[in-house]
């Protein structure tokens, strides 16, 4: 995909409206200085994760960020789905299936195990678009958090 691009320290002006309207669109009260710190060492090469600009470098229509970790369970390095947005004014037109679908592709030839994500189960819209991903439910498992 020509409209994928590993973001870097240079595309936070571009990057950090499209977190805010994601943030916006998802209810999470953050604001420009918690969402800048928050993807400054993505944007700086952390190993613990990367951001992709979706669409044209210049003016991207979205984002997907991926932050690593490891799964004994699995064998190795896992990825989670921690974001991804697209502006809704383009919305529908595949471009966040084909993003999805090149992370992946990308993710497997890196070594990577599995990609996890979490959705709310009530968003039946964002469910079948992880559907069309081959992403699958896990009906036995809930996603617990301890926020320190």
């Known amino acids: 995909m020509k409209s994928l691009h590993l ?3 240079e595309d936070v002006d571009r990057l950090l409206p499209l977190v805010g309207s ?27 994760g990367a951001v992709w600009l979706i669409g044209p470098r210049r003016a991207p229509v979205g984002y997907i960020v991926l932050t690593f970790g490891w799964s ?4 190795g390095l896992d990825a989670v789905v921690d974001e991804i947005f697209i502006r809704p004014a ?7 299936h084909e993003a999805l679908s090149e992370i992946t592709k990308a993710m497997k030839q890196a070594g990577v195990r599995t990609l996890r994500l979490e959705v709310d ?8 678009f992880y559907d069309r991903a081959k ?14």
């Open 7 to 9: 973001a870097t320290e």
């Open 22 to 48: 994601f943030h916006t669109e998802m209810g999470l009260a953050t604001d420009r200085d918690q969402r800048a710190e928050g993807i400054a060492p993505l944007l700086a090469g952390s190993p613990h």
């Open 72 to 75: 004994v369970a699995l064998g």
């Open 90 to 96: 383009v919305r529908g037109r595949g471009m966040g």
């Open 121 to 128: 189960r009530d968003n039946e819209k964002v469910r079948r």
């Open 135 to 148: 992403f699958e439910l896990r009906d036995s498992h809930v996603i617990m958090s301890l926020v320190l």
